[in-house]
T-cell receptor, first 113, second 111 residues
Framework: KAGVTQTPRYLIKTRGQQVTLSCSPI?????VSWYQQTPGQGLQFLFE???????NKGNFPGRFSGRQFSNSRSEMNVSTLELGDSALYLC????????????FGPGTRLTVL | EDKVVQSPLSLVVHEGDTVTLNCSYE??????LLWYKQEKKAPTFLFML????IEKKSGRLSSILDKKELSSILNITATQTGDSAIYLC???????????FGTGTSLTVIP
């Protein structure tokens, strides 16, 4: 069974631009969660989508948004990029919501110049 | 405020040593605790623990949860250089899939 895939793997943007990251979960998984990983803060939860609905949201500004499609694929958008948004963005999928085991994709490394 | 704390922050051992990594948590509506291993890529799942006192084992790795003490340990016996990684502890709540991660323990195994 194919794992979680994320595209693109690397991105370089400049301040003020916006970016869209994509995540395809494991086949049959309906929950997709997004995390930001930085050296100083570790893994921080952004949001979770289940059945095309946002179920939970972490403590991030409104510039961070996402959505999920009917095939469970998810996208995350960051608008008006700031230098501090440089991070590894990880997507994780699980069968169900509610604390089910999450399986991570390889991540998208975003660098904001 | 929900939080997960791991210790030590980093550890350097020799091949063959046994190590114990610690994770303590303060999370409301606790559902489960998970351990992940992260090398230079995405975290890979190791264990999920939901019941206190039950040990989960996989080869040289084992983990146990103490819900009374709100903590868990991850043991690695006969360490190998391939065990070098960051080990992450995460706690899941009953509501939604919001996992709270510790900052990890960086383990380096030298030959």
């Amino acid at each position: 069974k194919a794992g979680v895939t994320q595209t693109p793997r690397y991105l370089i943007k400049t301040r003020g631009q916006q970016v869209t990251l994509s995540c395809s979960p494991i086949s049959g998984h309906r929950s997709v969660s997004w995390y930001q990983q930085t050296p100083g803060q570790g893994l921080q939860f952004l949001f979770e989508y289940f059945s095309e609905t946002q179920r939970n949201k972490g403590n991030f500004p409104g510039r961070f948004s996402g959505r999920q499609f009917s095939n469970s694929r998810s996208e995350m958008n960051v608008s008006t990029l700031e230098l501090g948004d440089s991070a590894l963005y990880l997507c994780a999928s699980s069968l169900q919501t509610g604390g089910d085991t999450q399986y991570f994709g390889p991540g998208t490394r975003l660098t904001v110049l | 405020e929900d939080k997960v704390v791991q210790s030590p922050l980093s550890l350097v051992v020799h091949e063959g040593d046994t190590v114990t990594l610690n994770c303590s948590y303060e999370v409301t509506n606790f559902r489960s605790l998970l351990w992940y291993k992260q090398e230079k890529k995405a975290p890979t799942f190791l264990f999920m623990l939901t019941s206190s006192g039950i040990e989960k084992k996989s080869g040289r790795l084992s983990s146990i949860l103490d819900k009374k003490e709100l903590s868990s340990i991850l043991n690695i016996t006969a360490t190998q250089t391939g065990d070098s990684a960051i080990y992450l502890c995460a706690v899941a709540k009953n509501t939604g899939n919001q996992f709270y991660f510790g900052t990890g323990t960086s383990l380096t195994v030298i030959p």
